[in-house]
């Protein structure tokens, strides 16, 4: 392959807006530490190589990366992002839509409501970083 005469591609920038993107919405919860933007890295790594694959796949590259960080949370930390529309029940985490889709969003299924686009959960938890739902995660039993 030649190098594009492009000083960045529509690949790199499909993969930069992803990571900017569920950066924005893990500080909106305040969980950005070290460990969980390496997650974030991964993602992007991996969806590098499924994309020089499949490059129709580029408009699902930011979806694609909140759900991968999103699972990769689930097995080390526990359910992100917390759901801030519904205060009654159970904590339960907000799913990624479509699952293979341009324009990503975050919804609750629960309250069948489209909460935010991926990247703009700050909104969603009070417009502020730092003012989000709390914890971050809903963590299992640790005891």
């Known amino acids: 392959m030649s190098p594009s005469s492009d000083p960045v ?3 790199e920038q499909a993969l930069h807006a992803a990571r900017a ?4 919405d893990l500080a909106a919860g305040r969980v950005a530490e070290a460990d969980v933007v390496s997650m974030v890295e991964e993602s992007v790594v991996q969806r590098r190589w499924w994309v020089e694959q499949w490059p129709d796949g580029v ?6 990366v909140a759900q991968d960080v999103q699972d990769a949370l689930l097995e ?3 359910r992100w992002p917390l759901c801030p529309v519904c205060d009654d029940g159970d904590p339960h985490a907000l799913d990624v839509e479509p699952e293979l889709g341009p324009d990503p969003r975050w919804v609750c299924h ?3 409501v489209r909460v935010a686009a991926v990247g703009a959960l700050g909104a969603a ?3 502020e970083f730092g003012e989000g739902p709390g914890e971050g995660f809903e963590r299992g039993s640790s005891s």
């Open 21 to 24: 993107l569920v950066l924005a």
């Open 59 to 64: 408009p699902y590259v930011a979806g694609l």
């Open 125 to 127: 938890f009070g417009g």
């Open 9 to 11: 591609s529509p690949l």
């Open 110 to 112: 629960q309250a069948g």
């Open 76 to 78: 080390r930390y526990g």
